[in-house]
Nanobody, 124 residues
Framework: QVHLVESGGGLVQAGGSLRLSCVASGLNFGSRAMGWFRQAPGKEREFVAGISKGGGGTYLIDSVKERFSISRDNTKNTGWLHMHMLEPEDTDIYYC?????????????????WGQGTQVTGSS
């Protein structure tokens, strides 16, 4: 059975930092791209960042690319979203997802498995 478990969310003042972790089990983590998404109540889930299976390719959306980074360690079946200079607008539930391909895609349909989400709140 596949599990993706996020951790590391929390409440942080504007300008602060968080590191989200995603630990995968039950799948060949290193053969899949990985993505981070976020979703606010009543809104669609939004792609934030992705990393290719080997970590050599990354893509982040414009609103976060100067503040966030993404990394992974396939030997630990773990990926991370490093969040800096957090803003109130970053407040959302953040989800990690395992892709159904080796490269990064932004669409939800390109991801098979999802974690349960972790709340990130940036306070002003």
């Amino acid at each position: 059975q596949v599990h993706l478990v996020e951790s590391g969310g929390g409440l942080v003042q504007a300008g602060g930092s968080l590191r989200l972790s995603c630990v995968a089990s039950g799948l060949n983590f290193g053969s899949r791209a990985m993505g981070w998404f976020r979703q606010a109540p009543g809104k669609e889930r939004e792609f934030v960042a992705g990393i290719s299976k080997g970590g050599g390719g990354t893509y982040l959306i414009d609103s976060v690319k100067e503040r966030f980074s993404i990394s992974r360690d396939n030997t630990k079946n773990t990926g991370w979203l490093h969040m800096h200079m957090l803003e109130p607008e970053d407040t959302d539930i953040y989800y990690c997802a395992a892709g159904n391909s080796t490269d990064v895609y932004t669409g939800l349909a390109h991801y098979d498995y999802w974690g349960q989400g972790t709340q990130v709140t940036g306070s002003s």
